[in-house]
T-cell receptor
Framework: ETGVTQSPTHLIKTRGQQVTLRCSSQ?????VSWYQQALGQGPQFIFQ???????GRGNFPPRFSGLQFPNYSSELNVNALELDDSALYLC????????????FGPGTRLLVL | AQRVTQPEKLLSVFKGAPVELKCNYS??????LFWYVQYSRQRLQLLLR??SRESIKGFTADLNKGETSFHLKKPFAQEEDSAMYYC??????????FGAGTTVTVRA
């Protein structure tokens, strides 16, 4: 069984740029959730994708967008990067939507200068 | 809106001593509650969830609906319990709401 993987592990961008983060879900899982974890804080929910459709969204602006592909892998895109977007971005996969245990990836550390 | 509060950012205990991590939540319904743990250089992983009522690695957590708390306890802490612990709530939908976390250090 392959766990959740994320790429890249870390990257540096400048303000105003765009970034794409990738996540491969655990084998057999059809749901991917994305979280942002700022330094010293707990993860904050960005959105969830279930069977290629957005299944819910947290309090993040529209410049945070995502996709889920037929193989259930997912992308998180952030446009017009701001300094406050610097954080660890976590992806979690699960089977089904409501109430299922989420399995987390190692995260992508994004630094915006 | 739901909210999870972990009042202690840091907790230091001696090996063999009891440890209790506090978690309080605000939510009007009956949420699902979780404890997640992150060991050094490892990914965030589920420790236990309320609905399963399991004891994992000697840890237990009791849901007190009257006090809206879900404190995590272990009677005898071990050095390998040193980690960051997050309490999380799911209001029976798609997302997890996390607390800010408690760093536990178990000293020999």
């Amino acid at each position: 069984e392959t766990g959740v993987t994320q790429s890249p592990t870390h990257l540096i961008k400048t303000r105003g740029q765009q970034v794409t983060l990738r996540c491969s879900s655990q084998s057999g899982h059809n749901t991917v959730s994305w979280y942002q974890q700022a330094l010293g804080q707990g993860p904050q929910f960005i959105f969830q994708y279930y069977r290629e459709e957005e299944n819910g969204r947290g309090n993040f602006p529209p410049r945070f967008s995502g996709l889920q592909f037929p193989n259930y892998s997912s992308e998180l895109n952030v446009n017009a990067l701001e300094l406050d977007d610097s954080a660890l971005y976590l992806c979690a996969s699960s089977y089904g939507g409501v109430g299922e245990t989420q399995y987390f990836g190692p995260g992508t550390r994004l630094l915006v200068l | 809106a739901q909210r999870v509060t972990q009042p202690e950012k840091l907790l230091s205990v001696f090996k063999g001593a009891p440890v209790e991590l506090k978690c309080n939540y605000s939510y009007s319904g009956s949420p699902e509650l979780f404890w997640y743990v992150q060991y050094s250089r490892q990914r965030l992983q589920l420790l236990l969830r309320h609905i399963s009522r399991e004891s994992i690695k000697g840890f237990t957590a009791d849901l007190n609906k009257g006090e809206t708390s879900f404190h995590l306890k272990k009677p005898f802490a071990q050095e390998e319990d040193s980690a960051m612990y997050y309490c999380a709530l799911s209001p029976n939908d798609y997302k997890l709401s996390f607390g800010a976390g408690t760093t536990v250090t178990v000293r020999a």
